[in-house]
């Protein structure tokens, strides 16, 4: 079934029962008129139409109006029928307007961004707006007349019995006349059609949510038989039940999803009567923290720290952990050793190298064993196999991370079970991208990567080069994907268990920019946005501890200072492992005693002006810290191209300890909000302490 999206102006609908779907209405010029179950609303923000409501659209003009079928909704949770959506309970009301509108400013053409489009918005309203109740979700009729109010209110509690106008009649001691009368003058419909459309309305969740058969349903809500209730069936749903039942099992209604826009919803008229925020240099972004809903667990995402060899690990040891511990502010860390010979050690040097693994891992750090194809015979007899000797208290700390040909595909899967039986606690990783080049279609690819029996698997490619590989085996249309959208297909594709074992070892400062389309935001931005928005759907992400190629995202430059990535997982700590509301251009979470709020610069926006709403009743203190190109940004405080011969050591580290985020603390007048403005290459970190 297809979702429908139509501007409805200078339009008033019959009064008509919702069936088999979900309709969000949204004023995008002036507020609108609804009759919703006997109430006239006027309506300035939006309003959502619940399967089995009643409704009527009053000379409206310029109303949105999105129809989504009520499965699409099943398919997502199958407890469905106990709740309703209300639109006053979401929070956001801009970021869902935003969601719904901003999308067609731009012609929704292709499968991917329908589904996208579609599936973000039954997520966002499962989410904030959804009611739960304990039984199913029946409306209530408001009427003046408080005889109809009874009559509709018996019906409604009775509606699995017989209901007629003369049983009615006899209950309520009246005509059978005057029920019609009732019905028709106070109503504006009629009681057959408000009795039967109610039923069907409600039959679906039996039929497709509790797998009732077609005569079971018929005989609870009473219909004469089969053949009576599919002849209602296919008057309101346009199909019979049979067939209703066999799409949904068939999977019909299961992503992707598809979206038919009428010919008045173009993007000149859109813009006409509403300007997309893009549009928008300055804009003021209001946070209440007081009505935010923490409903998403923001994970720990592993950190692979690339390092050239053995000797290298030793050395980040020394420089970055002893003392001045660099690691603290990472999650999940894993040092990935790309070269690990010792035939040419020394006994005192071995044991050295081996004593700062054991106190990495003392630290609770995971150690990952680059080997390649040209060394997988040699495993067993070289260095690696005395370093796991050495280390075989802590194996459950080790990770082997295989680089093969596709020719050594069954080499390999051979040899993983060999390690497995020897050091049964190792872990194992794989790098996959010899499947990605060498496989034709995506199905194949997929395949032959979770038939793997692998922990992780890596992709080294630069996802510019990812992209190029892959987009010519996902695109099944004319219609060519970017970036971004080539990857989430291949996240989804890959299926969540498998995905959460993904993690991509190569990112690069174009690639992020090519990644959202952008040239003009600070990568640093960008990488932000990108942690954020993959926390759910990958494993982590791995860097190197310092390249000469400039463009690679590393962690510490050719002076030892840390780059921006080392203070944006500073300011993402204390979100792991934490309940947080996800918004647009923020991140927040509440523990026992302080609010934390990170804001980063909008995407399209020069700047933005945040104002954050609170309900404290006391003066409280605020710190904050401040990411921009003044402070904290290293390749501003010396360039790449210097020449570290021309001036003292003394002064890089001078320069270094001056390469931090801004920080301060204040103590914040209570009547008044907290506001902030981000320039275009900012990210603000906020810790409010609860008073």
């Known amino acids: 079934m297809i979702s429908t999206l139509s501007i409805r102006n200078h339009y008033t609908s019959e009064l008509t029962r919702c069936i088999n779907e979900i309709v969000i209405l949204l004023p995008l010029n002036k507020p609108c008129k609804i009759n919703l179950n006997g109430t006239t609303i006027t309506v300035t923000d939006g309003i959502i139409v619940n399967n089995a409501d009643l409704y009527q659209m009053l000379d409206v003009q310029e109303l949105l109006e999105l129809k989504i079928p009520l499965p699409l909704f099943i398919e997502k949770d199958t407890n469905i029928s106990k709740s309703y959506f209300d639109f006053n309970r979401i929070q956001f009301v801009e970021q869902f307007r935003n969601l719904v509108v901003e999308s067609i400013h731009q012609p929704i053409q292709d499968e991917f961004s329908m589904n996208m489009y579609i599936s973000s918005i039954i997520e966002f309203l499962l989410r904030e707006a959804r009611v739960m109740l304990n039984n199913i979700y029946i409306p209530y009729l408001n009427t003046k007349h408080p005889l109809v109010g009874r009559i509709t209110k018996y019906i409604h509690e009775n509606i699995c019995e017989t209901l007629n106008t003369k049983h009615l009649s006899q209950t309520f001691y009246i005509s059978q006349s005057y029920i019609s009368i009732l019905f028709s003058s106070n109503i504006n419909i009629n009681f057959k059609h408000y009795t039967t459309s109610l039923r069907i309305a409600l039959s679906l969740y039996d039929l497709i949510q509790d797998n009732k058969s077609i005569y079971e349903v018929a005989i609870k809500y009473r219909f ?239 996802l510019n080069r990812f992209y190029r590989l892959m987009a010519p085996k996902v695109v099944k249309s004319q219609k060519n994907y970017n970036l971004k959208q080539v990857l989430l297909i291949f996240i989804s594709q890959l299926g969540i268990e498998h995905a959460n074992k993904l993690i991509l070892t190569h990112l690069t400062h174009k690639s992020l920019q090519d990644y959202y389309n952008t040239s003009s935001q600070q990568t640093h931005i960008l990488l932000t946005r990108f942690l954020v928005e993959l926390n759910q759907s990958i494993c982590g992400l791995g860097y190197p501890y310092y390249t ?144």
């Open 548 to 691: 000469d190629d400039n463009d690679r995202i590393m962690l510490f430059n050719k002076f030892h200072c840390p780059m921006p990535i080392v203070h944006i997982y500073s300011f993402l700590k204390v979100f792991f492992k934490q309940q947080v509301a996800l918004l647009p251009s923020a991140i927040i979470c509440k523990t026992n005693c302080h609010y934390h709020i990170l804001l980063f610069s909008n995407l399209e926006k020069t700047s933005c002006i945040v104002k954050v709403n609170h309900h404290f009743i006391k003066s409280f203190p605020v710190f904050s810290r401040l990411l921009n190109k003044d402070h904290g940004m290293i390749t501003n405080l010396i360039p790449s191209n210097i020449d570290q011969k021309l001036f003292d050591l003394s002064c890089i580290e001078q320069i270094n300890s001056a390469n931090y985020p801004l920080s301060k603390l204040t103590l914040h007048y209570y009547k008044e909000p907290l506001i902030y403005k981000l320039s275009q290459s900012s990210i603000q970190y906020i810790m409010i302490a609860m008073s």
């Open 224 to 462: 004469l038989n089969v053949t009576t209730y599919s002849k209602h069936f296919k008057y309101y749903i346009h199909m019979p039940p049979k067939k209703y039942i066999f799409l949904f099992k068939k999977g019909h209604y299961k992503s992707p999803y598809k979206l038919v826009s009428n010919n008045v919803t173009s993007k000149t008229y859109l813009n006409k009567i509403q300007e997309p925020t893009m549009h928008t240099n300055n804009s003021d972004y209001s946070l209440n923290l007081s009505k935010l809903s923490f409903n998403n667990c923001f994970k720990p995402m592993i950190t692979l720290i690339q390092l050239d060899d053995i000797y290298t690990l030793n050395h980040f040891y020394e420089s970055h952990i002893v003392g001045n511990d660099a690691t603290t502010m990472f999650s999940k860390i894993n040092f990935c050793v790309l070269d690990t010979h010792l035939k040419q050690l020394n006994a005192l040097s071995a044991q050295q190298i081996i004593h700062t693994i054991k106190q990495l891992m003392l630290k609770g750090h995971q150690l990952t064993i680059k080997i390649t194809n040209l060394s997988l015979r040699q495993t067993q007899k070289f260095s690696v196999a005395k370093l796991l000797a050495e280390l075989a208290t802590d194996s459950a700390q080790i990770t082997l991370q295989f680089e093969f040909s596709y020719n050594a595909f069954n080499e390999l899967s051979n040899f993983i079970e060999k390690v497995h039986l020897k050091y049964p606690l190792i872990k194992i990783g794989t790098t996959i991208d010899c499947i990605i080049k060498s496989k034709n279609t995506l199905p194949q690819m997929l395949h032959h990567i979770t038939s793997i029996k692998s922990d992780f698997y890596y992709i080294d490619l630069d």
